[in-house]
Structures are given as structure tokens and as C-alpha cells.
């Protein structure tokens, strides 16, 4: 292991110019001509648009166009798609209502686009906007999924009777019946799991550039998967042909899924360009953000567990109803199936498990993948089902966790999922020595005479991630493969440019990528790049997301590094005429095993240039390609306790101490893993008792900024104790799992468990503001 090659705390490269304030990003980009775009967007619900009236914009101070969804139809531009095929339990496909970029005849949320504003600066745009009259004929609107099929409800789509997308189920009914009438005991709960908005900190933007002399376009945008938007958009949207379109991705502040998605505003921007015959630029406010980047989560769930005598689980029912907005976003369609109901199972020996789940449209934002993406939803459920039984049976909440682990791997659970590897005893007991579980009760005490309530909480999460293999998922619905492609390229002076199709949106790729690198070949970190988000630099890569960078995205440049290895030996084998066996790579040189003689790495590089002296029949250059296909999901896994303190006047929660165990099979840099469960952990926190997206009857986003949605600060969050053990993952080389979501996934039930446990309630929704928690405790008094 070299200083700083895997398994290094090497801090990460790309921050000096984050911290410094040179990252370089959509709203920074500048080009010649260019011009601002405003949307105007739809102040209600649901409507039908009666009439567009563009005139009195038009005139407007600085505006070079004005542009509706009637002439971007007429130019053939296509309606956005859900990329994933999800078939109902009665063979039916889903039923996908059309999405048109700017909407013509009736829109369906508030912040819906309607028409683009072009103008020489961000305020002429604005200015013009306002002045474009539109006549509508408000409809009634819903925005409940639990209403949203009901008798009377406004038909949302034509294509989905009774606003139902699909009705899907998984798992063996009959089995899980058979389970539940042996049953010594039954758990029931109704759960509801909140929207969110992701709040990334640089708002979703776009720059679209139509260049009429080479008739080529260029999109700079926020993107996480900047080749499936250039496929998306050319293959399906008709924007403009592959091979003529640029997708630029730049430094992304932050995307937690909300980025992966193609929305309206790329195509709008590109399109019009083409149309005005500038280049044309949108940056989202803040509010365009909380109206119009895909919410996450929204399930209403009821759920049932049955139990043998002895306590062991014998079988799970879960119905879920999925709140998937006016429209279906790119991979909204998985999120609630597969990657929700396959891991119900939990860290759990479950004989069998029954899941339905109706996904259904409202009047409110499409809802999509937010960080965890349908794990922490599953989680969530089997965390607080366990808690919950737990205290009805009277036995310690860990040792009913304990007694039904997973404990032999490969481990099939009924629900789709082979487990491959895992210790999760060696997790829950990292994770009680930390808190010192057992010494809770005289804390509890303690925090009595202060008239406090405290209470503890635990979470076993397991997720899926790495999504994988693209066979396996396309037969399940999915559009694309989830593949990953690495180029290496040494250049002629030894130094190393690592393409990868894996985008960096804060995840420190430049820095775990280059240890990669270093701990291969020992060169230095810093003649190592890491070239990504650009579609003409990038051979056609599937982004980042699902915590695949690691396991799917390095995985290929191994193989990659692989590749250039052995030419690397071959070369210098003819060097320093030894065979090639004997060579090895140490601390930047080539050495012929056992002897002093070796050949620098940057000699060896530029041998493979001058070509001069090569191997008989070897070409010049050094420089390989990889694709790889994972064989399963990788299986990251952990406890989380959490302690709090709740004060019974006001209903004020204060988490004091919070303890991560997690697994995540091999690390490449321990402290960059330690920021990302940091992270995941703030949002799940976030989720538990701040965050929550309200709409009001009529359809209005009740929580449409920093003042009416509650982000958590620092002083909302402990010092996190966080430790990890090692379960290599044995289905890809480097032996890795994720670590980007786990935080996010496994401590929402960890805090309502602790909650519920002080204040001796069970029933608790999120978030647990203290007007919440206030409630239950003077519920429970009654």
C-alpha cells in the first residue's frame, strides 16, 4: 500500500479550487453572443391553457424571442419519457401520460413550463416573462396519492384511469398467506414515508449553443449522466442527432439523484437556440428549484409481519402507495418497484414476503431517485416494524434483530435479491460498544432528574447498489445497460489521463481514481487526471448514481489498468531483456524481480512513443479501453444507534450522540468516505425531523423556500461517531460496495425509533418537528 494509493486518507485534489473559488460551473460558462432565458410557468394545478398571448413580451426592452410549446412541437421536439418499463401483476404495461417540454393544452403542477423568454440579460427575460398573458380554465386538483384514486378525483392523464400508473406486485402471495396463518404473532403498521425536495446547492442551469456554421450543438448543464442525456435527447426528444451534440458537464454542486433526470429546460434551451439563433442560458432561483426539480420519496405504506413463538419472522406483507407527481420522471418507475420491494427483506431471513405497489399521479412535482432511491423507503418500513414488535413482544430490540439475521451467504432472499456477502452481528455489536448501549438506562435516569426524556434507537439497513447487471436489469424493464467504460491513456512523458463515464459531482472521484492509479504504478497523484463529463472527451459512459462509482465505474478502469500493465511489461521486458514474468511495477519504475535493474516509468512511456525499440509486431502508444458489466448488486450494510433527548414542554429533540457501524467491503480513502456517510447521515437527519414538502388542497407548494422548508444546520447535528468493518464485496475485483447513500438510507428509522422510545408513543410521522412530537406526547398522556 503506497502513501497514497488505496486505502489512503489523502485529502482530495479537486478542492483547492472549490475552496478557492475557481470551479468552473454552468452558471460560470460564457459564450460569445450569448443570451438569458426566463420560463413562464403555471401558477396552478391543473388547467387547461385557453389561450397564449406572446404579443406585448415581444415588444419588450432586450427580447429576441418568445417561444411556446406549439412551435416546439412543430418542430418535431419530443415528450420526455420514463426510461424503465414497468409491467402491472395483470401483464399491462404503465400508462405514461405525455410530457411535453413546454406545455400547450393543459398543464399539470405548479411551476409546469409554458413558454421560454429569450433577452439579452437575466432581468429583461424576467421582465418579459410577466408580461405574457395566458388564459386558463382552472381544474380541480389532487395532490394526495391515497385520494388520487378515488371516485370524483380529476382525471390527471387520459392515458391512466383513475390516475393509476401501474399495479405491480412482487413476491409469492400464496406463500406469504401460508406464513401469516402459522403466525404466533402479527405486527401491523400504516407508515408514511415524506417528500422531500434534494436541495442541491447549485440549482439545476443550462447553456444551449447552436452553431449554424458546423450545425452542431453544445449543452453545458447539470448533469450527473451527461451521455444518457445526449442519448435521451437525440434518440427520443429529436433535439438533434447524436453525432451533433456536445453534453457538457461541468463541476456540479451536488445532484443526489435530482440531476440524473433530462428535464424540459436542457431540451427548451437547445431548441431555442436553434430557433433564435443565440446561445441561450436558464439558471434556476431558488423557488424554480423547489417547484420543479423531482421530489423524492412520498409512500403511504401499510405493512404486516408475522412471527413464530420463538420470534422468528415468517412473513411480510407490505402494500405501498407511490406519490409519482404529474408526470413520470426519467427512472421514476423503478424507484418505488425495483429498488424499494427488493430489499424489504432487510438484513432479515424472511421465508416469504408479498408486495403491491400502485404508483400513482397527483397534481404535485414528479418524483424521482433522491438519494437512497427506494432503500431508504424499504428501510424505513423494516426498521420501524422491528422496533415496533420489538416492544410489543417485551424483548430487547437488538437481540430480535440478532436472532433473524442473514447469517449464511450467498443468502436469496424471496424478493429478487442474492445477498453475496455480509456479518451484520459484526456491525450491531460495533455499533452498541460505540453508543454503549448498555449503559443507556443510567442516562435515561440522568436525563429525568433534568426533567428530559431520553430515548435510543436503532437501524440494521441493508441497500443495493452498483446497479447491475445490464441483462439482468434490462429483463426487468430498465432502457439502458448500467455498464461502466474507463479509457487510461499514458502519454509519452509517463504522465496518466483516467476517462471515465463516472461523473464527480462532489463524490471526490479525482482524487479516489488517481489512488487507483498510484497504488498500480506508483506515480504521483498529481500526474494523474481524471478527465469526465464531456461526450466528445468521454467514450459513452452511464453517470453516476446508485453508489455505482465505485464498485461499476473503478471496476472498469482496473480493467483498463489491466490492459496497460501488460503492455507496460512487455515493453520493458524488451528493455532490460528479461522475460516478462519477472517484471514488476514498484514506486514509479519497471524491475526485473530479484535484480537492481529497472526501467523508470516515464522512459518506459516514452519508449512506447518514439517506438523506436518496441517488441517485434507491437504497436506504438499505450493507451487501452474497458467496459465492464457488474455481475450483481454490491450490498453495503450497518447499524446506526441514535440518542435523544426530548423535552416534554416544548417537544424539542436534541440528538445526543449518534453512532455509524457501517460495511462497505474495501475502502480506497477512509476519509472520503467518512464526508460521504457525514452527508447521507445530515439528509436522513434532515428527513427525520426538519425536512417536508407540503402542498395545500388547490395544489400551491406550501414549502417553496428556506423559509417554509427546514433544512438541518450544524446545530441540528451531533458529532457523528462513525466506524466500518470489511465484508470484500466478491463480485468485482476491487471487492467494494457504495458508501454514497448509506447514511441517508439507514438513520431516518434510527431517529423516530430513539424518539418513539422517549416518549413512549409508537405513533410518529416524519418529520418529527417539535409541534409533532409535542402532539404524541400529549397524546399519550391521554
Known amino acids: 500500500m503506497g502513501i497514497e494509493g488505496v486505502g489512503a486518507r489523502v485529502a482530495r485534489k479537486e478542492d483547492k479550487r472549490f475552496i478557492t473559488g475557481a470551479g468552473r460551473y454552468v452558471d460560470d460558462m460564457v459564450v460569445p453572443g450569448m443570451k438569458h432565458a426566463a420560463f413562464v410557468r403555471s401558477p396552478h394545478a391543473h388547467a387547461q391553457i385557453k389561450k397564449i398571448d406572446v404579443k406585448k413580451a415581444q415588444g419588450m426592452p432586450g427580447v429576441i424571442g418568445v417561444l411556446t410549446g406549439k412551435e416546439l412541437k412543430a418542430d418535431g421536439i419530443g415528450n420526455l419519457i420514463c426510461g424503465w418499463m414497468i409491467h402491472s401483476k395483470d401483464g399491462s404495461p404503465m400508462k405514461m401520460g405525455a410530457w411535453s417540454p413546454l406545455a400547450f393544452d393543459r398543464v399539470r403542477y405548479v ?7 429569450v433577452a439579452e440579460t437575466k432581468g429583461q427575460a424576467r421582465d418579459a416573462a410577466e408580461a405574457v398573458e395566458i388564459t386558463y380554465k382552472e381544474l380541480k386538483a389532487v395532490v394526495d396519492a391515497s385520494k388520487a384514486m378515488d371516485k370524483g378525483a380529476p382525471q390527471i392523464h387520459p392515458e391512466a384511469d383513475n390516475n393509476l400508473i ?4 412482487i413476491g409469492n402471495a400464496d406463500d406469504t398467506a401460508a406464513a401469516f396463518g402459522k403466525a404466533a404473532h402479527v405486527v401491523k403498521m400504516d407508515i408514511i414515508n415524506n417528500r422531500l425536495v434534494p436541495n442541491a446547492m447549485e440549482p439545476r442551469a443550462a447553456l444551449g449553443h447552436y452553431d449554424k456554421a458546423e450545425d452542431h450543438y453544445t449543452c453545458w448543464t447539470t448533469s450527473q449522466n451527461p451521455h444518457v442525456a445526449r442519448l435521451v435527447m437525440s434518440a427520443f426528444y429529436n433535439v438533434a442527432p447524436e453525432n451533433k451534440l456536445r453534453v457538457i458537464a461541468p463541476d456540479v454542486g451536488g445532484g443526489f439523484g435530482s440531476k440524473i433526470y433530462i428535464y424540459p429546460e436542457e431540451i427548451v434551451c437547445l431548441w431555442a437556440s436553434k430557433k ?8 434556476a432561483d431558488r423557488t424554480e428549484s423547489f417547484l420543479t426539480d423531482a421530489h423524492g420519496r412520498d409512500h403511504h405504506t401499510h405493512a404486516e409481519m408475522a412471527f413464530d413463538k420463538d420470534h422468528r419472522i415468517l412473513g411480510l406483507k407490505v402494500e405501498t402507495q407511490a406519490n409519482l407527481g404529474a408526470y413520470m420522471s426519467l427512472f421514476s418507475s423503478a424507484t418505488p418497484t425495483y429498488l424499494y420491494a427488493t430489499l424489504l427483506s432487510g438484513q432479515y431471513n424472511i421465508p416469504a414476503i408479498h408486495a403491491n405497489v400502485k404508483a400513482i399521479y397527483t ?25 415496533t414488535a420489538a416492544r410489543q413482544f417485551g424483548v430487547s ?25 455480509g456479518d451484520y452481528a459484526a456491525s450491531l455489536d460495533a455499533a452498541m ?6 449503559g443507556f438506562a443510567k442516562r435515561k435516569a440522568a436525563a429525568a432528574n433534568k426533567g428530559l426524556l431520553r430515548g435510543i434507537g436503532m437501524s440494521c439497513y441493508i441497500e443495493a447498489c452498483g446497479i447491475a447487471p445490464s441483462a439482468a436489469v434490462g429483463s426487468l424493464g430498465a432502457g439502458v445497460g448500467l455498464w461502466e467504460s474507463a479509457e487510461v491513456r499514458v502519454n509519452a512523458v509517463g504522465t496518466i489521463e483516467v476517462l471515465t463515464g463516472s461523473h464527480s459531482h462532489g463524490q471526490g472521484h479525482e482524487t479516489t481514481f488517481a489512488q487507483l492509479v498510484n497504488e498500480r504504478f506508483g506515480v504521483p497523484l498529481d500526474s494523474v487526471s481524471i478527465v469526465h463529463g464531456d461526450t466528445d472527451k468521454v467514450q459513452m459512459g452511464m453517470g453516476t448514481y446508485g453508489s455505482r462509482s465505485g464498485a461499476v465505474g473503478m471496476s472498469a478502469i482496473v480493467k483498463a489498468l489491466d490492459k496497460v500493465e501488460a503492455k507496460a511489461k512487455k515493453i520493458a521486458a524488451h528493455l532490460l531483456e528479461a522475460d516478462e514474468g519477472d517484471i514488476i511495477i514498484e514506486n514509479g519504475a519497471l524491475k526485473v524481480a530479484g535484480t537492481d535493474k529497472n526501467v523508470p516509468w516515464f522512459q518506459m512511456a516514452l519508449a512506447a512513443y518514439t517506438a523506436h525499440n518496441l517488441p517485434g509486431g507491437m504497436e506504438p502508444g499505450l493507451k487501452e479501453t474497458a467496459f465492464y458489466d457488474p455481475s450483481n448488486f454490491t450490498f453495503p450494510a450497518g447499524c446506526y444507534i441514535c440518542e435523544v433527548e426530548v423535552d416534554p414542554e416544548t417537544g424539542v429533540t436534541e440528538i445526543v450522540q449518534f453512532v455509524a457501524a457501517d460495511d462497505f467491503g474495501n475502502i480506497i480513502n477512509p476519509m472520503i468516505v467518512e464526508g460521504q456517510v457525514h452527508g ?3 439528509q436522513g437527519i434532515g428527513q427525520a425531523l426538519l425536512e417536508g414538502a407540503y402542498y395545500d388542497n388547490s395544489g400551491q407548494l406550501l414549502t417553496a423556500s428556506y423559509m417554509d422548508y427546514t433544512m438541518p444546520r450544524a446545530g441540528d447535528l451531533p458529532s457523528f461517531k462513525v466506524s466500518t468493518s470489511n465484508t470484500p464485496c466478491p463480485g468485482n475485483p476491487l471487492g467494494i460496495k457504495g458508501c454514497g447513500e448509506a447514511g441517508a438510507i439507514g438513520s431516518p ?6 424518539i418513539t422510545d422517549a416518549i413512549g408513543s409508537n405513533d410518529l410521522a416524519m418529520p418529527a418537528s417539535p409541534s409533532t412530537v409535542w402532539a404524541a406526547i400529549r397524546a399519550t398522556k391521554h
Open 111 to 117: 411551476g409546469d413550463a409554458i413558454v421560454i423568454v
Open 166 to 169: 401501474f399495479d405491480w406486485d
Open 276 to 283: 433564435t439563433g443565440v446561445p441561450v442560458k436558464w439558471v
Open 363 to 387: 397534481n404535485t412535482a414528479p418524483v424521482d431517485a433522491y438519494r437512497g432511491a427506494g432503500r431508504p423507503e424499504a428501510t424505513f418500513v423494516m426498521e420501524r416494524m422491528m422496533e
Open 397 to 421: 430490540p437488538a437481540e430480535l434483530r440478532r436472532k433473524n439475521f442473514v447469517t449464511a451467504f450467498p443468502h436469496q432472499t424471496p424478493v429478487i435479491m442474492c445477498y453475496d456477502a
Open 433 to 438: 460498544q460505540a453508543s454503549d448501549y448498555a
Open 680 to 682: 447521507g447521515l445530515a
Open 749 to 754: 428509522p434510527a431517529v423516530i425509533n430513539a
